[in-house]
């Protein structure tokens, strides 16, 4: 069976030729949307109806709101990180882009932990 071609299209966020760049692959029926911050990949995997720019820009503020919380290094906290995704994205649907609202539960675990 011969492998299958995926269709890549790279595409720039900004005018900026050194800025960030907004990547999109499409394989059969899927896009895989990712995007690099410093040594942090996010990819994300959405059906072929979803708009990738409206993916790319959820990416954008989850780590925003990722940089928001965290002071440094995010891997001993994948819970937390968890935590966010969940107040984000709630059955496949964004339900949540408000940095404040998203970090609130995690403020009110912050607090019960400390006190």
Known sequence: ???????????????????????????????LVYRQYAALYIVVGVSDSENELSVYELVHNFVEVLDKYFSRVIMFNVDRVHIILDEMIQNGRVVETNRSRVLAPLAALDKMADG
């Open 1 to 31: 069976m011969a492998p299958q071609k995926c269709n890549i299209s790279r595409t720039r966020a900004t005018s900026d030729p050194i800025g960030p760049t907004c990547s999109f692959v499409e394989y059969k029926d899927f896009k």
